[in-house]
């Protein structure tokens, strides 16, 4: 099989022509118009002329080849867009070439798309136009993977062909769209991704997880418009009202109807004693209840004596105990509406020693509050451990100390959010009363987004 073109100057003219240099069974493939005869070889005075592709036999067998392959090959072939013969089972793979890349090979589909146009063109037009015999396999069968036919001679069997190749064009189309939506938006979430990228960068500051911060920010991507992913104030507010919703307080510490015991345990250097002496003046001085100090801190006899001054400045009582049976003497005894208990700092690995601890608060039978202390400026391993051994005495809430001391505070409201566990205070300062704030997630969202924290 061999290809030809023919040229002349209507459709028409080019079906006579063919016929008669080449006989019934050569196969027009496909037509289009050009320009032909321009003054000077340019366009000038060019006349429209019809330029029709079609496939003829070779009268030459191909070498080596057998009367079989030589007769199966008339039909084993189409005309790619460069009026080169391809084989038909590359179609496929034409296709998926055109797909990997599809911004360069979008004429190249186009160009396939308007070839089979034109052949459906060719096939809906009237036998008698062509002043023939009805067109025969106008496009070769296997090329569209279309049932085999002999000879196509009725109109129904015509008519059942231009519906094959109206189902390759749409299916091409369709492959075409789709693949240049996917195009659009892998751009569209390339150029999302660069807006988002200072969420990502907060996130990270924060030791958020990268599985964390990819869930945050395909969070913060759906609740807003593509239009508003420009505003960078929008992104914030996004993204501020989405960490809010994560972060659980609990409100300042409430005087109950009977005597209430408050428990601030944590590791050693956190701040917990001037917590304690903070929250002591406040309600003491602040709001007139009638407060009690008691330490179980034997270790550390500066932390002690801290805690003495303290108590004697606000005029508070306090009480030094080191053995279970006293401390619960004194709870019974004292008469204060709150009692505040200060425990000596254990490093989160001592398990033994917050066992001692816990062995003191099982000795309570009144309202009871166990807080845990961390510092902000932590490591997120170190917190993930300190919640985890501590958390073996069932902390009520935490407070966040030494907030004043690091830029970022994420650290410590994910791993709570993990345990799920409020945030009650954060201290900004050492001056007491005044460098504590009771937590709110409103706040608290501000300040990791907000960087740096400084009070």
Known sequence: MKYVKIVAENYNEAIKKLRIDHGDDAIPISHKYIKEGGLFKSKLFAKEVVELTAAVK???????????SQKKSTFDFIVDDKN?????????????????????????????????????????????????????????????NIPSKEKIVTDD???????????????IKAALNKLIENQSKEKNIIEEDSQLAPVREILLNNDFDPQECEYIIREVRNSI???????K?????????????RIVTTGPIQKGSRKKIIMFIGPTGVGKTTTMAKLGAIHSLREGNKVAFITIDNYRIAATEQLKKYAEIMRIPIHVVSEQKQFKDVIAKEKADIIMVDTSGRSHKNELKIAEIKSFAETIDFDFEKILCVSANT???????????????????VIITKVDETSYIGNVINVADKYNKPISYFTNGQEVPNDIRVADAEEIADMIVREPVNQ
């Open 84 to 144: 080169e013969p391809v084989k038909s089972s590359k179609v496929q793979e034409i296709i998926d070439r055109a797909s990997s890349s599809a911004s360069l090979k979008v004429d190249s589909i186009n160009k396939s798309i308007d070839s089979l146009n034109d052949s459906l063109n060719s096939l809906k037009k009237p036998a008698s136009s062509f002043n023939s015999d009805p067109v025969e396999k106008v496009i070769p069968q296997a090329a569209l």
């Open 379 to 397: 490591k997120k391993t170190d917190l993930e451990q300190i919640f985890k051994s501590f958390n073996v005495m069932d902390f009520d809430s």
């Open 225 to 231: 418009s593509r239009e508003e992913l420009k505003d």
């Open 58 to 68: 070779d009268k030459r067998p191909f070498p080596g080849a057998s009367l079989s």
């Open 157 to 171: 069997s015509n008519d059942e062909l231009v519906k094959h190749i109206e189902k390759e064009v749409h299916e």
């Open 233 to 245: 104030y929008k992104i914030e507010k996004s993204l501020k009202e989405l960490l809010k919703g």
